[in-house]
């Protein structure tokens, strides 16, 4: 079983909708969540990190916690087509571990 | 300005000459580490260092070397690359490697495409 598991998609939402974004991962002892966006042949730059149960807003972004589940995600509201991106799910147990990505469109 | 760098960016070379990208953070981070990443299979950790001197395998550490002579630099070192080490490689930084918060946040550098023939 993988650290980290994501759907890879590709997930397509319309301009305005919101995206929803999921994670699990296998280890109980994680202790730190985060999402990283990935534009094509770029690096992964961090958008949302999180360390307790429940929710974290920043802007557009919510990231949602629930240890209990092992289940992490991201939400986009009012998704743009600037947000059209891989997203990757990143825990940290012992070392940090990263999903595979879910491919984000999002149609004009 | 706090960054992570790396060079080269791009490299196109053959089977086994020996190459070196290199890394470099400005930020004073202790932990560093190598991924690539290849189309389907997301990021793999290659190796990872906790401090000057102390390095890990990670997940695909085949292949590669490293040393963390300095705080600052943390090149990777393919003795002799193979067509199967064609990816695009990302170092990354963070303050700590064991740290929970805002200290446990990764910072990647540009990329290096490498492509081995």
């Known amino acids: 079983q993988k650290e980290v598991e994501q759907n890879s998609g590709p997930l397509s939402v319309p301009e305005g909708a919101i995206a929803s974004l999921n994670c699990t991962y296998s280890d109980r002892v994680s202790q730190s969540f985060f999402w990283y966006r990935q534009y094509s042949g770029k690096s992964p730059e961090l958008i949302m990190s999180i360390y307790s149960n429940g929710d974290k807003e920043d802007g557009r972004f919510t990231a949602q916690l629930n240890k209990a589940s092992q289940y992490v995600s991201l939400l986009i509201r009012d998704s743009q087509p600037s947000d059209s991106a891989t997203y990757l799910c990143a825990v940290r147990t012992n070392n940090l571990f990263f999903g595979t990505g879910t491919r984000l469109t999002v149609i004009p | 300005e706090a960054q992570v760098t790396q060079n080269p960016r791009y490299l196109i070379t053959v089977t086994g000459k020996k190459l070196t990208v290199t890394c470099s953070q400005n930020m004073n981070h202790e932990y560093m580490s190598w991924y690539r990443q290849d189309p389907g299979l997301g990021l793999r950790q290659i190796y990872y260092?906790?401090?000057?001197?102390?390095?890990d395998k990670g997940d695909v550490p085949e292949g590669y070397k490293v040393s963390r002579k300095e705080k600052r630099n943390f090149p990777l070192i393919l003795e002799s690359p193979s067509p199967n080490q064609t990816s695009l490689y990302f170092c990354?930084?963070?303050?700590?490697?064991?740290?929970?918060?805002?200290?446990?946040?990764?910072?990647f550098g540009p990329g290096t495409r490498l492509t081995v023939l």
């Open positions: 990354a930084s963070s303050t700590s490697g064991t740290a929970v918060g805002k200290e446990d946040t990764q910072y």
């Open positions: 260092s906790m401090n000057v001197e102390v390095t």
